[in-house]
């Protein structure tokens, strides 16, 4: 168990809806990493944040959005969905922003039909 | 923007060869990490490189760091099937780290 949790596990909706993911990072840990994984693709880095700020952004789509809580949960919108946006999201935390070790969470199966 | 590229893709060895993935940026990384991920599962670290040259092992793995702070190996001597898996790298560019797009690995036994 790396500490980090995301849910829900898995999500089944249709085009053009709305979801919300939502990962605890570990505990002490500051900064949140938000990533997607197409089927047995490599992880496309999303947007980070760190105690409540954005810290850096990656191929993030317009559509998608997130937030660091005060309590440095952190929640990923995706709105507006489309069949290419079925994916494992996976949430990391690590201590710091600057590239330390990160731990990631189970992941959120996301089905778009 | 940052990139780190990682090959080969896939590979599918026999039980008992050898591996090696090998990642390549085209700036100079803070620090090179290394991850596993087990088919179903979600990225594990394995360790982190930060010094130019450096060499580190764990059992049969051995991780590699350029000099010039740009590429890395992991090599994994005699495979095991329990070595199958997706394995990642991942570059930090001061706040950001960046996956490899991965290598998976098949073992047969």
């Known amino acids: 168990d790396s500490g980090v949790t995301q849910t829900p596990k898995h999500l089944i909706t249709a085009t053009g809806q709305r979801v919300t993911l939502r990962c605890s990072p570990r505990?002490?840990?500051?900064?949140v990493y938000w990533y997607q994984q197409s089927l047995d693709q490599g992880l496309q880095f999303l947007i980070q944040?760190?105690?409540?700020?954005?810290?850096a952004k990656g191929n993030i789509l317009e559509r998608f959005s997130a937030q660091q809580f005060p309590d440095l949960h952190s929640e990923l919108n995706l709105s507006s969905l489309e069949l290419g946006d079925s994916a494992l999201y996976f949430c990391?935390?690590?201590?710091?922003?600057?590239?330390?070790?990160?731990?990631f969470g189970q992941g959120t199966r996301l089905t778009v039909v | 923007g940052q990139q780190v590229m990682q090959i080969p893709q896939y590979q599918h060895v026999q039980e008992g060869e050898d591996f090696t993935t090998y990642c390549n940026s085209s700036?100079?990384?803070?620090?090179i990490q290394w991850y596993k991920q087990r088919p179903g599962g979600h990225p594990v670290f394995l360790i982190q490189?930060?010094?130019?040259?450096e060499v580190k092992k764990q059992k049969r793995l051995t991780f590699q760091f350029g000099e010039a702070k740009k590429n890395s190996s992991l090599h994994i001597t005699a495979t095991q099937t329990t070595d199958v898996g997706t394995y990642f790298c991942?570059?930090?560019?001061?706040?950001?780290?960046?996956f490899g797009a991965g290598t998976i690995l098949r073992v047969k036994s």
């Open positions: 990391a935390s690590s201590v710091e922003g600057t590239g330390a070790q990160a731990f």
């Open positions: 505990s002490g840990d500051l900064s």
């Open positions: 944040y760190y105690n409540g700020e954005e810290r």
């Open positions: 700036t100079t990384l803070s620090n």
């Open positions: 490189l930060v010094k130019s040259g």
């Open positions: 991942a570059g930090a560019y001061g706040n950001k780290l960046v």
